[in-house]
């Protein structure tokens, strides 16, 4: 099977512009996560999703917001980009619920606020 | 929230040295994963814990689930320049995983 991919894998962008970010699961898996992660922070958990359902939410403030579609392809979106929201933005696909199964995570997308 | 506290933060050894990471939360954990990431990479799935004092192999790599499922190790034997990377463990619960801050190995061969 073919891994989770991400895209895009790069993206540069400037503070109060928005972006969105597209994630296609391993097929099969109706489960997808997406987490942050910073050198200072480490890796934070955004959202799940599950069946077109968000059945789980970190603690990020409303300008991150995703969704999920019928086919289990996610997507993310950050409005009023911030410079702390430069990061490495990685998705992770599973069969069943986010936290009780394993994770399988897809490349990333490099995200550089300027 | 659920947190998880690894240590330590930093490893180096030398080719051939063992390696410990641990993994700590104060509340009971359902379940532990352990993951790496090698520079550059994505967190790549290694093992799942789930019951009570469990132990599980991976060749030169061993787990522990602790008896009060609230502490978790990954130890590794003879390490190896290709054991080089981040390692997080990351506690399960309903559907979403918490990880910890993970511990970043440096080896010299």
């Known amino acids: 099977k073919a891994g989770v991919t991400q895209t895009p894998r790069y993206l540069i962008k400037t503070r109060g512009q928005q972006v969105t970010l597209s994630c296609s699961p391993i097929s099969g898996h109706r489960s997808v996560s997406w987490y942050q992660q910073t050198p200072g922070q480490g890796l934070q958990f955004l959202f799940e999703?599950?069946?077109?359902?968000?059945?789980n939410k970190g603690n990020f403030p409303g300008r991150f917001s995703g969704r999920q579609f019928s086919n289990s392809r996610s997507e993310m979106n950050v409005s009023t980009l911030e410079l702390g929201d430069s990061a490495l933005y990685l998705c992770?696909?599973?069969?069943?619920?986010?936290?009780?199964?394993?994770?399988?995570f897809g490349p990333g997308t490099r995200l550089t606020v300027l | 929230g659920q947190q998880v506290m690894q240590i330590p933060q930093y490893q180096h050894v030398q080719e051939g040295e063992d390696f410990t990471t641990y993994c700590n939360s104060s509340?009971?954990?359902?379940?532990i994963q352990w993951y790496k990431q090698r520079p550059g990479g994505h967190p790549v799935f290694l093992i799942q814990l789930v019951k009570s004092g469990e132990v599980k192999k991976q060749k030169r790599l061993t787990f522990q689930f602790g008896e009060a499922k609230k502490n978790s190790s990954l130890h590794i034997t003879a390490t190896q320049t290709t054991d080089v990377g981040t390692y997080f463990c990351?506690?399960?619960?309903?559907?979403?995983?918490?990880f910890g801050e993970g511990t970043q190995l440096t080896v010299n061969p």
């Open positions: 509340t009971t954990l359902s379940n």
């Open positions: 990351a506690a399960g619960s309903g559907s979403r995983l918490t």
């Open positions: 992770a696909s599973s069969e069943l619920a986010g936290g009780q199964d394993t994770q399988y």
């Open positions: 999703y599950f069946s077109e359902t968000q059945r």
